[in-house]
């Protein structure tokens, strides 16, 4: 299984409308025939005026042969290409090797943390193992929606998803593991493997499976 997240940076302002967009003509469009939706959302603080969305396909020549077969569906071009263009400033794709997850939250209306991690060179999979391992202890503070290494265009990134009710549990939680000395243990080790560090808080669209 291969994941790709796309991230769409838009005309400030014009990130709902894009969202809606894809919501309705693109799910209408494409549904899962041309991979798998995971999540989508929008972000609330980090790189402001930003769509994400998280998708799935068995391998990268599935994902090869499915987005060409979408690029040339007339709908695709002529009814959501068409409308969400005006607004689109830039594209970034990472695509993504799954160590853990996706999983699904126990309730709807959360907020989501994206963390990616570029590491030193060679040294992704030693963290994600790392991390893996000390799962169990940080997940009793939050829970994690997924883990991935990415594969392209930064092969010494991991990224992960965590989720949260909302901004103060997220604080707290936060704080609880980092009292917590398997967490403290678990620093220690990874630390010195990582280089730079980005977090980005986003809330689920409307359409998002992961809500």
Known sequence: MIYELRTYTV?????QDVAKAAGTIARDIRKDDYGK????????IGPL???MHLWS???????????GELGKLPRWNSEYLALIKPHLIRQEV?????VAGPFAPASAGNLYELRNYRTKSGSAAEWARLLTGVLDARQKHSKM???????A???NEVCHIWVYP?????TAARAAALNDPAWQAFIKQSRPLLEEMHSTIMRPAAHSPLR
């Open 11 to 15: 005309m400030p302002g014009t990130e």
């Open 37 to 44: 939706l995971e999540g989508y959302w929008i972000t609330d």
């Open 49 to 51: 005026n930003q769509v």
């Open 57 to 67: 396909y068995k391998d990268l020549n599935e994902r090869q042969r499915l987005r």
């Open 94 to 98: 990472r695509l993504l090797n799954c």
């Open 145 to 151: 929606i997924g883990l991935w290494i990415t594969e």
């Open 153 to 155: 265009p930064q092969p």
């Open 166 to 170: 909302d901004l103060n549990t997220r």
